[in-house]
């Protein structure tokens, strides 16, 4: 399946690897999410419903990387064969559900 993001999801994701590069003065943890989630992608385009947690009353799939430190959230339409990222946050944010 291909993966794709939603705009709310790659400014989650661009504003998280801003702030770490700020706050760290380098680059290397953001180097580290942007490996964990180019992992994910990888492992979600074969199997999205794998280690996933499910919402029913969304229809949404959350997974986490980096030892649960992120979240991200996804829907699958198995019609269109795409998996949409549509969150990307910090689980220290308020969850989703």
């Keep these: 399946m291909k993966v794709k993001w939603t705009q709310e999801a790659e400014r989650n994701y661009n504003d998280t690897l801003d702030y770490w590069d700020e706050r760290n003065g380098s680059f290397s943890y953001s180097d580290k999410i942007t490996k964990a989630l180019i992992d994910l ?9 794998a280690l996933s947690y499910y919402n029913k009353d969304l229809n949404i799939y959350r997974r986490t990387i980096l030892k649960g430190k992120f979240l991200v959230y996804y829907k699958v339409d198995k019609e269109k064969n795409i998996i949409e990222i549509r969150h990307f946050r910090s689980s220290k944010q308020k969850p989703l559900f």
């Design 41 to 49: 992608e990888k492992e979600i385009s074969i199997d999205p419903y």
